[in-house]
């Protein structure tokens, strides 16, 4: 007999077949629901930028010994409309010419829709003995009426975005931070929000 065959198919693979059917009905609903709610939230990163910077103290000798004092103010930025963030492990190091400063950390914290929050350092450090090389760096920074330190780090941040659930970020500054010899900054603003 030509023509038509009947396949006998068992009620197992049968079983399965509409179950593969369904769960991939899920995963294209699920991405749909999670699409809408993207687009109706319109999530924002939170950042933490710079927002002011002086040199309040520079202090060098002919011996080499330097000894500096920076206010610097950094900000945690949430512009979301709905939804508070969350932010921890906030670490920045300020540094100069590869010379490690200080360390500037901030317990876990949050900051509320369309909010932001200050944290104000007061940098002193303690003497410290330059090299060679340093001293260098210091007589022509000097010289040239211009300082300049790093100041980098990062922070992460979480926050709950409706039906898509909990986003997390991992948000890194690098910044430098340019002085005149007077403490007036040339620039110090910076952020870890993308360009």
Known sequence: MHGLRILDVQPTALSELLGANDRAVAVIVTGIVVFV?????RPKVPFISVSYA????????????????????VKAEND???AHAYF???????????LEIAKLVADPFDVSKNDSVQFD???QSTPI???????????????????AFDL???????????????????LNLNCELKFFINGSSTNSHC?????
């Open 37 to 41: 709610g993207y687009l109706a939230v």
């Open 54 to 73: 002086h040199l309040d103290r520079f202090d060098y000798d002919q011996a080499g010994i330097l000894a500096v004092q920076l206010t610097i103010v």
């Open 80 to 82: 979301n409309a709905k």
């Open 88 to 98: 921890y492990d906030a670490s920045f190091i300020l540094g100069f010419h590869g």
């Open 121 to 123: 350092y007061l940098v």
């Open 129 to 147: 003995p330059l090299d060679e090389l340093e001293q260098n760096l210091v007589e022509l920074s000097l010289r040239q009426n211009l300082i």
């Open 152 to 170: 980098k780090g990062k922070a992460r941040t979480r926050w709950r975005v409706g039906v898509i659930g909990s986003v997390k970020f991992s």
């Open 191 to 195: 952020s870890s929000r993308s360009k």
